[in-house]
């Protein structure tokens, strides 16, 4: 049987119109292309506003970690030192057990991403009682992972042939 004969959505015999392709753009003709471009709503997402960096969001907001802490610094000069940049959410200065001085970092947390970034530039590469801090974010997201490169899959085991 022809496709003629099999055709039920023919618009002359009284049918339904017969649709082709994503979407149903086409209607009834089946050989001009499709000219207008499709328009789809977009949802507004945190990680769309901040593409540009691969900064992640933690649980709680946006923890900064500021390495080369000099071993005796407080907490006091810590948060003062970040203070200025945005309300400080939480601050981490872990300590040595061994010897009780710090470890030389420091975790701080901020609400919000602009805060954490302001904190970044501009405490990183300042001063911290005679040492140079960095900054940076504690959590970042993983680059983007495509599909393996490489030889491909193996037909068989790569151990040699059985001679007979």
């Not at 960096?53 to 649980?59: D, H």
């Not at 970040?82 to 901020?110: C, M, P, Q, S, W």
């Not at 405490?123 to 393996?148: H, N």
């Amino acid at each position: 049987m022809s496709d003629d004969g099999m055709n039920i959505d023919d618009v002359e015999a009284g049918g339904a119109i017969r649709r082709r392709g994503r979407g149903f753009q086409n209607t009834g003709s089946n050989d001009a292309p499709t000219t207008a471009d499709a328009t789809y709503d977009r949802v507004e997402t945190a990680q769309a506003k901040d593409a540009d960096t691969r900064a992640a969001r933690s649980v709680e907001g946006w923890i900064v970690l500021v390495t080369n802490v000099h071993e005796e610094a407080t907490e006091e000069e810590v948060q003062d030192k970040f203070a200025e940049f945005g309300e400080i959410k939480n601050l981490h200065l872990n300590l040595d057990r061994r010897t009780g001085y710090v470890k030389g970092y420091a975790l701080v947390e901020y609400e919000t991403m602009a805060e954490a970034q302001a904190a970044i530039d501009g405490a990183s590469g300042t001063q911290l009682l005679e040492q140079v801090i960095q900054c940076d974010y504690a959590f970042v997201r993983p680059p983007p992972s495509g599909p393996k490169k490489g030889r491909g899959p193996r037909g068989r085991s790569a151990s040699p042939s059985r001679r007979r």
